[in-house]
C-alpha cells in the first residue's frame, strides 16, 4: 500500500460514523448488508448513511455491488489488511512479532 492510500483510508475512519460503519460491515464479513440493514443498526437516517458509505468506498475500504434492487455494501478485507500490514511494517524492528508475545516484544 502507497503512502497516499494509507492517508485516505485512515481519514475515511477518523471519523465515529464511518468507523461503526466499517465495523459493522467486518463484522457481516462476505454477505456485507444493505443500506436498510445498516441504517436499522447504527440508527442513522438514509442521507447520512449515503454521505458516509460513499465516503468508505472512495477510500477503497468498502465495496458495492448491485443485487436486483438492492445495494451490498462489503469490506474490502484486501484493502483493509493492506493497510493493517502498511501500519505494522516496522513493527518489533522489522522482524516478525509472534502472536503470543507480540505484546511483550514489540515496543511500538
Known amino acids: 500500500m502507497e503512502e497516499a492510500d494509507a492517508v485516505r483510508s ?3 475512519l477518523a471519523q465515529v460514523l464511518r468507523l461503526r460503519l466499517f465495523r459493522a460491515l467486518v463484522v457481516a464479513g462476505p ?3 444493505t443500506p436498510s440493514a ?3 443498526h447504527l440508527d442513522v437516517a438514509g442521507n447520512t448513511l449515503s454521505f458516509h458509505l460513499k465516503e468508505l468506498t472512495h477510500a ?3 465495496t458495492q455491488e448491485r443485487q ?3 445495494l451490498i455494501y462489503r469490506t474490502s478485507f484486501n484493502t ?3 493497510l493493517m500490514e502498511y501500519l505494522s511494517e516496522n ?3 522489522g522482524e516478525a512479532c509472534s502472536t503470543t508475545d ?3 516484544s514489540c515496543r511500538c
Open 10 to 12: 485512515l481519514a475515511a
Open 31 to 33: 454477505e456485507g448488508l
Open 38 to 40: 445498516l441504517a436499522d
Open 60 to 62: 477503497g475500504l468498502v
Open 68 to 70: 436486483g434492487r438492492n
Open 80 to 82: 483493509m489488511n493492506e
Open 91 to 93: 513493527c518489533c524492528g
Open 102 to 104: 507480540a505484546a511483550a
